[in-house]
């Protein structure tokens, strides 16, 4: 799993400075600095991370250091955070609803840079020496957040709620960009899209993004027709994608297979993930090594 923090603050320099400094100091981890409103939302709803540290008072803006707190405990269930300001006193009683989540590290003043990565080094360390140590943490999310898809019975959230559990599963691959909801120029939806960035010399082979269609229908089958349409969105990626994924919480009818087999000598593939799969996917300490297993076991088998 990729070390990833978000560092978030209303002034540039803030930002980036710390993640510049943090990066020379700890380079075993990676660091990403934000500053402007949009960049900083859409951070928060895309990238992966398992930190932040987010600067409470963000003068001007739509929102402010402890709602985008709130916000990343409600989208990330894998995330804490550290809080940092010169003016914390201001916030005294907001802080206390967030410090109950449990996920508050610290609430830290503000300093220089130079004094401020000295304080803020240690507890990092600590943190992710911590989640390497118990896994067990994210495996319970991911699980957590699996039965919350399956078991929504509002059609429409259903299907987003899948679709963002399947992007936090393959977030904790260590995938950072993952794209929902893409249509191209032919209109063609796909549901994700994974830019293919882990450094494996396996996955690099499948080109340099990766489709995902996901099914949130846990009494319907994916049948033929499900499996040919998300064939052609494949096909017309112009070899920029070599890897589908059709993921569902239902199962799959025999011609499915049948028809993934007929087609197995196209240079693009398509893997299933249902159940089965996933249970060995939330539950793997090393999701990469059970992913490409999966990956192995289907391209033989068809």
Known sequence: MQKTTLIIDDQKAQADGLAKALSNA???FNFEGYSGEDEILDAIEN???TLAIVDI?????AFDGISLVQKIFEINPFAKVILVSAFKDEYTEDLKKVILSGKVIDILDKKTIKKWVAELS????DYYRDLDDDPSEINSALLQNYADAKNDTNPYTKGEKFEHFVSLLFQSFGYNDITKRYKDKSLNE???IIRNEITDGFLSKFGMYILIECKNKPKDKVNKNDF???KSKLDNSNGLAE???IATTGYLTWNTYHEAIRSS???TKIIFISNPEFERLINATDKVGVFKKLIDEQVKDN
């Open 122 to 125: 240690p507890k990092i360390i």
């Open 228 to 230: 040919i349409v998300f």
């Open 243 to 245: 890897l589908g994924i």
């Open 57 to 61: 008072r963000m003068d001007d803006y």
């Open 26 to 28: 700890l380079p075993q």
């Open 265 to 267: 000598s196209s240079n």
């Open 190 to 192: 796909v549901d994700l």
């Open 47 to 49: 990238r992966f991370y």
